[in-house]
């Protein structure tokens, strides 16, 4: 089976182990053709989008796959080399860090997790549990990257944030091996533009922060830093300047009374 976008050397490569797998030797002609020298079935070779029903029987039944075509490193030639680097602020502050022959087990629940599959497109994996300041600072980090990098990315490159669990088939495909066992549906991700203005939203309402799913990019201990000087009196029954002169445990036992904690 040949996919649309095989290279040469490939095809052939494939012929070659196709006929030592049928029990065949194999030998080359004066101008580089395979050729089989036994008496094993007939291979038959299919290109991409001309299958027949037997072959999607064999596998299980037809299914969606990863078809984009492969970007070209405008640098060295040749395909796209897929990279990852991963955020973290386990240091004390946030560091990026380039993986070699990364695979699944490098998305970390704690992490950020920027994914470089091409000139065109690129993700952010957020881990459930990467801080805040990890998750704005890897957007400003990704942005920069296609701005500032000398790749080759286009200028209207696609960066997409995703979540574990919900990985869309074009993040999957860049890792050699992926397991699936707890995936769920998939979902394309969402513009980091748009998400990074969540993010850096620094005003909230009381009913806002009250709810089980809270905006993104709020940290859960501050939340009363979200609301306005009004509602923040309103809320508390006193002004900003005198909740923070009291001292810590007595804010803390504020903020449960009204449930931003």
Known sequence: WFGRNTPALEG???????QMVNGNSVYFDDHGEVHAAGLADRIHTLDEGNEPDPFWILLGGRQEYFRDPPSTDKMGGGRYRPRLFLCSNSSGRVEVEEMADFSQDDLHPDRVSLLDCGLSSLYLWFGKRAPHVVRRTAMNVAIEY??????????????????????????????????????????????????????????????????????????????????TDKEFAQVFAMTRAQYESLPKWKQQNLKRAVYLF
């Open 146 to 227: 296609v701005r500032m990098g000398t790749l080759g990315h286009t200028h209207d490159a696609r960066i997409s944030v995703v979540h574990p669990h919900h990985e869309p088939i074009g993040f999957k495909a860049q890792f050699h091996a992926w397991n699936p066992t707890h995936d769920e549906d998939e979902w394309p991700g969402e513009s980091v533009y748009r998400v990074l203005e969540g993010y850096q939203r620094e005003v909230y309402t009381y009913e806002e922060l009250l709810r089980e799913e809270r905006p993104p990019g709020v940290q859960a201990d501050r939340l009363e830093s979200y609301l």
């Open 12 to 18: 052939d490569a494939g012929l070659v182990v196709a």
